[in-house]
């Protein structure tokens, strides 16, 4: 059986968003907003666009147009600076397995990730000639909960959505693979992704058993 796998990016693969958070921290800091890293959680798959006008939100600002897109740049600015430092070691615990095995069964892999840094962090940790397909923020018009992104990446992998399985980290990319019919598989706490098929802490928990029975359902 040939299914499509998509992974999201950052919080399934690489822990980014810590580095997002010391970005917008900065970011906030510089127009006089407390940033919390509870409200860092809410940013989880959301865009950028989307992320700056939450925080702006949060403390009761409006700027002109040109002041939001000078903040945009550096903001992703001072992101990038931590990307650049990455490497392998970066990649979240038993990705590297996962992906392996799935290589073993010959099923294709995908990126399905609101990130438009995408391409240079997996390069960053070495990972870029894994994938089969890349979405990436760049692709898509519509931001997760829309669909949008898994389905490209169906596309591209010339797989049926309801043959598609993705691993994601946000509610809104649990749910955006909802609304895509395909199976929706949580990484991280399950009273947060209670809406996903499954759930799972990390990808320590995820055997090859379990790989197998995605394959042949
Ligand atoms: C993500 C992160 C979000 C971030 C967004 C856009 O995607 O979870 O926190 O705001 O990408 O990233 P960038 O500023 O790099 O374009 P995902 O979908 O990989 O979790
Ligand atoms: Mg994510």
Same mark, same amino acid.
């Given at each position: 059986?040939?299914?499509?796998?998509?992974?999201? =990016?950052?919080?399934?693969? *690489?822990?980014?968003? #810590?580095? %997002?958070? +010391?970005?917008?921290?900065?970011?906030?800091?510089?127009?006089?907003?407390?940033?919390? %890293?509870?409200?860092?959680?809410? =940013? #989880?798959?959301?865009?950028?666009? #989307?992320?700056?006008?939450?925080? +702006?939100?949060?403390?009761?600002?409006?700027?002109?147009?040109? #002041?939001?897109?000078?903040?945009?740049?550096?903001?992703?600015?001072?992101?990038?600076?931590?990307?650049?430092?990455?490497? %392998?070691?970066?990649? =979240?615990? &038993? *990705?590297?397995?996962?992906?392996?095995?799935?290589k073993?069964?010959?099923?294709?892999?995908? =990126?399905? !990730?609101?990130?438009?840094?995408?391409?240079?962090?997996?390069?960053?940790v070495?990972?870029?000639?894994?994938? &089969?397909?890349i *979405? &990436?923020?760049?692709?898509?018009?519509?931001?997760?909960?829309?669909?949008?992104?898994?389905?490209?990446?169906?596309?591209?992998?010339?797989?049926?959505?309801? &043959?598609?399985?993705?691993f994601?980290?946000?509610?809104?990319?649990?749910?955006?693979?909802?609304?895509?019919?395909?199976? !929706?598989?949580?990484?991280?706490?399950?009273?947060?992704l %209670?809406?996903?098929?499954?759930?799972?802490?990390?990808?320590?928990?995820?055997?090859?058993?379990?790989?197998?029975?995605?394959?042949?359902?």
């Open positions: 059986n040939k299914k499509g796998f998509i992974f999201d =990016l950052d919080g399934v693969i *690489v822990d980014t968003a #810590k580095y %997002h958070f +010391l970005a917008w921290q900065k970011l906030a800091k510089s127009i006089g907003i407390d940033f919390s %890293h509870e409200q860092n959680e809410q =940013l #989880k798959g959301v865009s950028r666009v #989307k992320s700056l006008e939450k925080i +702006l939100a949060w403390g009761n600002k409006t700027i002109s147009e040109d #002041k939001f897109n000078a903040l945009m740049a550096s903001k992703n600015d001072d992101y990038l600076s931590f990307i650049a430092k990455m490497n %392998h070691e970066e990649i =979240l615990p &038993d *990705v590297p397995k996962v992906l392996n095995y799935l073993t069964q010959n099923q294709p892999i995908s =990126l399905g !990730s609101a990130s438009k840094n995408a391409r240079q962090i997996l390069e960053k070495d990972l870029l000639n894994q994938f &089969d397909a *979405v &990436d923020g760049n692709d898509v018009s519509k931001a997760k909960p829309d669909p949008e992104v898994f389905l490209i990446a169906a596309k591209l992998l010339n797989v049926n959505p309801k &043959d598609c399985i993705v994601e980290d946000s509610v809104a990319g649990v749910q955006a693979a909802n609304t895509a019919n395909m199976i !929706s598989i949580g990484i991280g706490e399950e009273n947060v %209670h809406e996903a098929d499954y759930v799972f802490s990390n990808f320590t928990e995820i055997d090859t058993a379990f790989i197998d029975k995605l394959i042949k359902r």
